[in-house]
């Protein structure tokens, strides 16, 4: 069985080409890093069950390959565990070398939406039905949400503010998703930057996807502030106090603030923040947060990385 190492972040030029790719220098770095030879590696990855030749990993490390179909980037995060870096520290990095094809406005380590839920089959179905198409022509830079519970513990409503980059000339909207755990769906309103144009809801799965038209085209390299809220009504059979709220990053984030505000009848007593690469996953951090005087949780993030990053509490 392979020895798993614990995370290695002390090799300066290697924390340096991880945050900032190239994949081919990143895959060169930690090979050398660990210690490991590309054969060592192979067997490593053989006794996983995943075969891979050191041929190809010598490509990989060169830039003459690229690991793009669905079992060379399982092999990847293999070689991530193998190596000891962190989850998807590699992977993220698996962007193209220059646009084209389906790379095309591409966001360098964003992931499908099967990364971060089991049953994403419905929330691409839905986008189907109602003829929208999620292509992630846009880079996040700063998402910020502002979630406010009511006396009863109840989700009221979400102030949504995201400031994105167009990777696209003619960009001219982007799609946003909710997932609700109760039924709740929320109502949809511009705010800033930004109107409403087609949404669709699936009760069954409790999806909601919406497209935001923007006020202009943009082009390539433009950034665009828009806001939006999302409205919760009451109307649910047996209302439960909600116990999380979580946001879901298909790709890169370069900073994530989530301000909980809770009513001065309904204060958690212990409150953590959480981050997982998939919803229902355990979670692979986790941190203690304060409630301030006024009732309000921060929870702040920067470079996050695809995947689950959300505030929990307990009630009693």
């Given at each position: 069985m392979a020895r798993v190492r614990h995370h290695r972040t002390e090799d300066p030029e290697l924390s340096s080409v991880l945050r900032s790719g190239p994949f081919d220098l990143a895959v060169k770095a930690a090979v050398r890093s660990s210690g490991l030879s590309l054969d060592r590696l192979v067997h490593h990855l053989?006794?996983?069950?995943?075969?891979?030749?050191?041929?190809?990993?010598?490509?990989?490390?060169?830039g003459r390959s690229r690991p793009e179909r669905p079992e060379s980037v399982h092999a990847v995060r293999a070689?991530?565990?193998?190596?000891?870096?962190?989850?998807?520290?590699?992977?993220?990095?698996?962007?193209?070398?220059?646009?084209?094809?389906?790379?095309?406005g591409h966001v360098p380590g964003s992931v499908p939406y099967g990364t971060l839920f089991d049953d994403h089959a419905r929330l691409t179905r839905i986008m189907a039905d109602a003829e929208l198409v999620d292509r992630q022509r846009w880079s996040w830079l700063n998402v910020e949400d502002r979630v406010t519970f009511d006396s009863k513990g109840l989700l009221r409503g979400v102030q949504v503010r995201l400031t994105l980059s167009a990777l696209v000339d003619g960009l001219d909207s982007c799609v946003v998703f909710y997932r609700t755990d109760d039924g709740n769906h929320p109502e949809v309103h511009p705010v800033d930057g930004c109107r409403l144009g087609r949404a669709r809801v699936d009760e069954e799965s409790g999806y909601l996807v919406a497209e935001l038209l923007f006020d202009q085209r943009l082009s390539r390299g433009d950034v665009h502030f828009l806001e939006f809220e999302q409205r919760f009504g009451g109307d649910l059979p047996r209302p439960e106090p909600g116990d999380h709220y979580y946001k879901a990053f298909r790709a890169p984030c370069r900073n994530y603030l989530m301000r909980v505000v809770f009513h001065v009848d309904a204060v958690p007593v212990r409150l953590r923040s959480f981050q997982t690469s998939k919803w229902g996953s355990e979670p692979t951090e986790t941190h203690a947060l304060p409630c301030q005087r006024n009732r309000v949780v921060h929870l702040h993030a920067a470079d996050v990385r695809p995947g689950i990053v959300g505030v929990e509490w307990e009630w009693v």
């Open positions: 053989s006794t996983r069950g995943i075969q891979v030749s050191a041929s190809s990993l010598s490509n990989w490390q060169t070689i991530e565990e193998i190596l000891g870096l962190a989850p998807d520290a590699l992977v993220q990095l698996l962007g193209p070398r220059k646009p084209r094809g389906r790379w095309l």
